[in-house]
Nanobody, 124 residues
Framework: QVQLVESGGGLVQAGGSLRLSCAASGRTFSDYIMGWFRQAPGKEREFVAAINWGGGSTYYADSVKGRFTISRDNARSTGYLQMNNLKPEDTAVYYC?????????????????WGQGTQVTVSS
């Protein structure tokens, strides 16, 4: 079992920044791919970003590329999502999740463990 706890969400104006954190416990964090997903009201959960075990490879949805940066600190068993130039359409609950293998990193159904989510609200 892996337990994941997100933090760092909040209310920010358009153009602002937030940094989300995902603290992992239970098993060796570096054994897992980490992904960030988001879900807005009335919409399906969507892929935001993913990072491989050592952090050397990152993947992004087109909608956040160039604005969001995913990273991880395996020594601290923590992952991060730095979000810059936020837009109202980024408003959603953001979830971190982990899986063992890189295949299908963009599919929410492929992830084994999930956090409870943190709300991000961007006002215009």
């Amino acid at each position: 079992q892996v337990q994941l706890v997100e933090s760092g969400g909040g209310l920010v104006q358009a153009g602002g920044s937030l940094r989300l954190s995902c603290a992992a416990s239970g098993r060796t964090f570096s054994d897992y791919i980490m992904g960030w997903f988001r879900q807005a009201p009335g919409k399906e959960r969507e892929f935001v970003a993913a990072i491989n075990w050592g952090g050397g490879s990152t993947y992004y949805a087109d909608s956040v590329k160039g604005r969001f940066t995913i990273s991880r600190d395996n020594a601290r068993s923590t992952g991060y999502l730095q979000m810059n130039n936020l837009k109202p359409e980024d408003t959603a609950v953001y979830y971190c999740a982990v899986k063992r293998f890189i295949a299908s990193y963009y599919r929410s159904g492929a992830y084994e463990y999930w956090g409870q989510g943190t709300q991000v609200t961007v006002s215009s």
